[in-house]
């Protein structure tokens, strides 16, 4: 029997079968081409699926990372967490999202860790995380120590929920039960919480923490804290110059009005004579 499974116009072989064989090809497309190669009649049977294949109903657990693969970032944790997962026969896929281009080297020997681990991808630096983050279940950060990661915030922002390490500062974003899980650094509590993080994901609500008011604000705080403390001068420019500050010429004559140290700065230079102390603004 020859099974004729692709269009042999595109590979250098020739059937060398003798005696009476049955051909058996994959379309009938496939049949056409056999038969005008080898001027033999083929039967069309199509591939088959296995009959199990999408039987198994046991939902797939989705979880995506957006991180620098480096130590701190708990490389060994999530080795940690997919084996335990593949322990407990949990169906998952895991999309790790970045890169570490500093030391390469350090970024290859961690994916070769996880080279038994078929279900996580390591696919690079993504400047756009969305369409993976649209499909997860689950954002994954288990740092040693974190700021306010940017990943998280986004993840929320899509009504992703979060599984942290209780680095200090995470329970001011991720709320136990309600947007996430935390766990703690030696994940020792991972079996316990395990069957909440499957049956129980969160849905929630985002809400930010701040907002550009908050910086709006501040930033109008300080320039009027500056205009009440900051004193300055008035210089009159004795010679032209070129201002590398401003990156233009200045003409003799004209009267500036700078910072102290600026105005200093100038009468040292020989450019300018300090007339005045004032308080700018």
Request: glycine content about 8%; some cysteine; overall charge positive.
């Amino acid at each position: 029997m020859q099974w004729i499974h692709s269009d042999y116009r595109k590979y250098p072989v020739k059937l060398k079968n003798k005696g009476k064989v049955e051909y058996v090809a994959v379309s009938k497309h496939c049949a056409k081409v056999i038969k005008g190669l080898e001027n033999v009649d083929a039967k069309v049977i199509y591939n088959l699926v296995d009959d199990d294949f999408g039987i198994d109903k046991k939902r797939i657990l989705k979880l995506v990372s957006n991180t620098r693969i480096s130590a701190e970032k708990g490389m060994d944790r999530m080795l940690v967490f997919a084996k335990k997962l593949k322990e407990k026969g949990v169906r998952f896929v895991w999309l790790v999202c970045g890169d570490n281009s500093w030391n390469p080297r350090y970024f290859e020997e961690i994916k070769s860790k996880f080279k038994d681990i078929e279900e996580v991808y390591f696919v690079g630096y993504k400047r756009d995380i969305t369409v993976g983050l649209e499909m997860a279940d689950y954002l994954v950060q288990l740092s040693d120590f974190e700021g306010c990661p940017l990943s998280i915030l986004e993840a929320l922002k899509m009504g992703v929920p979060c599984i942290v390490t209780g680095w200090g500062g995470a329970n001011e974003l991720v709320k136990e039960g309600e947007n996430g899980y935390i766990l703690n650094m030696q994940l020792s509590d991972l079996d316990k919480k395990l069957d909440l993080i499957l049956n129980k994901i969160p849905k929630f609500e985002y809400k930010p923490l701040s907002s550009v008011d908050d910086w709006t604000d501040l930033i109008g705080e300080v320039k009027n804290s500056k205009k009440r403390k900051i004193k300055g001068a008035k210089v009159l420019i004795i010679k032209n110059y070129f201002d590398i500050v401003l990156r233009e010429k200045i003409k003799q004559g004209v009267v500036r009005e700078v910072d102290v140290e600026r105005a200093k700065q100038l009468a040292n230079a020989g450019v300018g004579e300090i007339i005045e102390m004032s308080k700018l603004g």
